[in-house]
């Protein structure tokens, strides 16, 4: 059975830093593109931070030398290191892996609340 267990989220006052973990079983971690999404309310998921499939990183615009994504495949975690948070950056953060043969197969994790006060 697949699991992303999310952690880290709460509540933090604009330019203040959060880090947020997604810890995986059930995959092959190590083979897996990871990457986290926000969903503001009313607002379409959007993608802000992944690997690809050669192991690069990309961001979203918007977080580009604010957040950073990270993994450690020996504990079966990726991270998201977000800093100079801003109210706008309040949104629920999920974890997202594709997996699988041929990276065909997409989990979700349950998603952790970042909320930030101006």
């Known amino acids: 059975q697949v699991q992303l267990v999310e952690s880290g989220g709460g509540l933090v006052q604009a330019g203040g830093s959060l880090r947020l973990s997604c810890v995986a079983s059930g995959i092959s971690f190590s083979v897996s593109v990871m990457s986290w999404y926000r969903q503001a309310p009313g607002k379409e998921r959007e993608l802000v931070a992944g690997f690809t499939g050669s192991g690069s990183t990309v961001y979203a615009d918007y977080v580009k030398g604010r957040f950073t994504i990270s993994r450690d495949n020996a504990k079966n975690t990726v991270y998201l290191q977000m800093n100079s948070l801003k109210p706008e950056d309040t949104a629920f953060y999920y974890c997202?892996?594709?997996?699988?043969?041929?990276?065909?197969?997409?989990?979700w994790g349950q998603g952790t609340q970042v909320t930030v006060s101006s």
């Open positions: 997202h892996a594709r997996h699988g043969v041929g990276l065909s197969r997409v989990s």
